[in-house]
């Protein structure tokens, strides 16, 4: 048979279809979620805007004045409408309700059909962290980014969920391409236009979902610059915001004392 | 030179456009992509860079990935990554599994999803590499069969025995589990 109904469906004894359950519920750490993310846009983005340009000009440095042109042309516009229309908050991208996991919690406890199975100590808390990090800019202090739960009131009380995520997605997609420019000036050794647009994508963003990145790519630009003493001190800002991060150690390297 | 680019038949992204696109297809499928990871028995301390690697291949190669079978894509170098990271790994210790869970469950109730979660990843443990990869995806993923022969690159008839077989040893390992507990590491070498 070649499609054959799935054990979990009520093709499986109880027992299978228990085990299975608890294999569907399991849930990936949000934090470690949203730094993938993050990594994936600003990654996926420069190898689609450089392979696209290609593909349609033939050659590499024409494709990517055009591409950088159109870039600057689309931000521009984009930040435009960003700063007329009053920013949404963004939903949490990690909050996720998933069906699979709905049906899985509500799949009978293991317990009540093995009498073998002993007592395991309690999990700690759930992870759901969204961070609520302080600002970059030490004289400027921001709230803290918004927690799934008041996202959902908010969401409930302002609008459709569909147009909130609609809103957060466009959102994201802004600071991504804001912050996608400030990297491609850094990746051409202009490290100011870099700072530059950082500013202006925490002038636009100053509750941006994306700030541990712009953080990141602030140190490199002021370490370019030659102000490593600010590098520095962004640095174990970064640090101390940011533990975790995969760029810590790296960030950290790159303003060294000499 | 801007006529080629007006008159041209691609039309060029914009970074917009590319970010809602990788957006939709991040939230898509992160967590199918860590739960296959787990389900493959990639350790736990390693599935989020796991993870994270899967997607990074995408990004790296998604000029060169057809329209429409991005999800196949990323679900192939899962397998490919999980093969990769469990050759690289001794076996995991059972009892220490991380289970996180969005919603709070009651601690009676994360007991026991942890404990199944636990016996489950034992059981998977026993099945051999390629019946496991097609067990998984079509019991746990819900993948259809051709959407799996394809993943598995292999035919769709083999796809089939495999996962019959899988199935078979499955309920015979759960079977045994539920008269015996668990097998052991060298009796399930056997």
Request: aromatic fraction near 6%; include cysteine; hydrophobic fraction near 40%.
């Amino acid at each position: 048979m070649i499609h054959p109904k799935r054990l979990l469906d009520g093709d499986g004894t109880e027992i299978e279809r228990i085990l299975l359950a608890s294999g569907r519920a399991a849930r990936p750490n949000a934090r470690a979620k949203w730094r993938t993310g993050i990594v994936f846009f600003l990654m996926g983005l420069g190898t689609v805007s450089k392979a696209h340009a290609v593909a349609l000009l033939g050659a590499k440095a024409r494709a990517w004045t055009v591409a950088q042109w159109l870039a600057i042309g689309v931000g521009t516009g984009a930040a435009g409408w960003v700063a007329v229309h009053a920013q949404a908050e963004v939903p949490d991208p990690t909050v996720v309700v998933d069906p699979i996991h709905r049906r899985a919690q509500s799949a009978p406890s293991l317990r009540e059909h093995h009498r073998v199975v002993p007592q395991a100590e309690a999990a700690p808390s759930p992870v759901n962290d969204v961070e609520t990090s302080a600002l970059i800019e030490p004289r400027t202090p921001a709230p803290a980014l918004p927690t799934a739960s008041r996202l959902k009131r908010s969401a409930a009380l302002t609008a459709s969920p569909k147009a909130i995520d609609a809103a957060g997605e466009r959102s994201i997609a802004n600071e991504i391409a804001e912050l996608d420019r400030a990297r491609e000036a850094l990746g051409m050794a202009e490290p100011k236009r870099a700072i530059d647009r950082l500013n202006r994508y925490d002038r636009l963003f100053p509750q941006g979902t994306l700030r541990e990145e712009s953080l990141r790519l602030r140190i490199e630009a002021l370490a370019s610059t030659g102000e490593r003493a600010t590098a520095r001190s962004l640095a174990q800002r970064f640090q101390a915001l940011y533990p975790d991060s995969t760029h810590a150690e790296r960030l950290k390297a790159l303003v060294k004392e000499p | 030179m801007l006529d080629r680019v007006l008159n041209a038949d691609v039309a060029l992204p914009s970074s917009s456009l590319g970010a809602l696109e990788l957006h939709h297809l991040f939230k898509e499928t992160y967590d199918g992509i860590w739960r296959l990871l787990r389900g493959l028995g990639v350790p736990t301390d390693r599935v989020d860079d796991a993870a994270q690697q899967v997607f990074l291949v995408y990004a790296e190669r998604r000029a060169d990935v057809v329209r429409g079978s991005e999800r196949s894509f990323l679900f192939g170098t899962a397998l490919r990554v999980a093969h990769v990271v469990r050759r690289g790994s001794p076996r995991e210790v059972p009892g220490e599994i991380d289970y996180a869970c969005s919603d709070q469950p009651s601690v009676d109730e994360l007991t026991d999803q942890k404990r199944a979660r636990q016996v489950l990843d034992g059981i998977l443990d026993q099945l051999d590499p390629e019946l496991r990869d097609v067990f998984v995806l079509y019991e746990l993923e819900g993948f259809t069969m051709p959407e799996i022969a394809g993943i598995v690159e292999v035919p769709l008839g083999t796809a089939a025995s495999r996962l019959r077989r899988g199935r078979e040893r499955f309920s015979a390992l759960v079977r045994r589990y539920s008269t015996f507990g668990l097998p052991s590491t060298q009796e399930a070498g056997r």
